[in-house]
């Protein structure tokens, strides 16, 4: 499993826009990345996964360059609700496993 | 509310209890997955069933025994924990391999 680094924490404003970046530089071919949301006492949930380029949702976007080598969770206004630890992840996609790393605590304030 | 339910929600035990973890989905996901997480750490795999068989164990200790009876339950045995076994037990099920997990929001297991 390839192996990620994310800032430990990062803190933010109610409305502005907060990026993360997650560096996987031995990302294999078969690789996708997602991303998971967790707050305290509850289970992670699923914000976003990709494979290159660019994806969107209702929630977030990720933003992949040509080399895959990291990628960049953004997650547009937030509010005081989106403070949580974001995991980014790499998994193959025929396999089972999921390697989560340290993840990034992301406060929110008002 | 998740689609995932874990029983109980808390759970305290001596190191020389039985019990058990339940996990429920009724999503159709053939795949089901047990973690350990230890506070302020992220999740760490423990056993993955897929088409109710065990596919993964992620070598974890025998007293950590899992069950899967049919497609939408899973279960965890417990026998003879140790204390450094107080931690979050998450259950996951996805549909299949590459498809994202759901999670439920754990058992708090606090051994004594």
């Known amino acids: 499993l390839a192996k990620t680094t994310q800032p430990i924490s990062m803190d933010s404003y109610e409305g502005q826009e907060v990026n993360i970046t997650c560096s996987h530089n031995?990302?294999?071919?078969?690789?996708?990345i997602t991303w998971y949301q967790q707050f305290p006492s509850q289970g992670p949930r699923f914000i976003i996964q990709?494979?290159?380029t660019k994806v969107t949702n209702e929630v977030a976007s990720l933003f992949i360059p040509a080399d895959r080598k990291s990628s960049t969770l953004s997650l547009p206004r937030v509010s005081l609700s989106d403070t949580a630890v974001y995991y980014c992840?790499?998994?193959?996609?025929?396999?089972?496993?999921?390697?989560f790393g340290a993840g990034t605590t992301v406060t929110v304030r008002a | 509310d998740t689609e995932v339910t874990q029983t109980p929600k808390h759970l305290v035990m001596g190191m020389t209890n039985k019990k058990s973890l339940k996990c429920e989905q009724h999503m159709g996901h053939r795949a089901m997955y047990w973690y350990k997480q230890k506070a302020k750490k992220p999740p760490e795999l423990m056993f993955v069933?897929?088409?109710?068989?065990?596919?993964i164990n992620e070598s974890v200790p025998s007293r950590f025994s899992p069950e899967c009876p049919n497609s939408s339950l899973l279960n965890l045995h417990l026998h003879a924990l140790q204390p450094e076994d107080s931690a979050l037990y998450l259950c996951a099920s996805s549909q299949d391999r590459n498809q994202p997990q759901h999670f439920g929001d754990g058992t708090r297991l606090s051994i004594l």
């Open positions: 992840l790499v998994a193959l996609s025929n396999d089972y496993k999921l390697s």
């Open positions: 031995n990302i294999a071919t078969n690789d996708y």
């Open positions: 069933y897929s088409y109710e068989k065990l596919s």
């Open positions: 990709g494979y290159k």
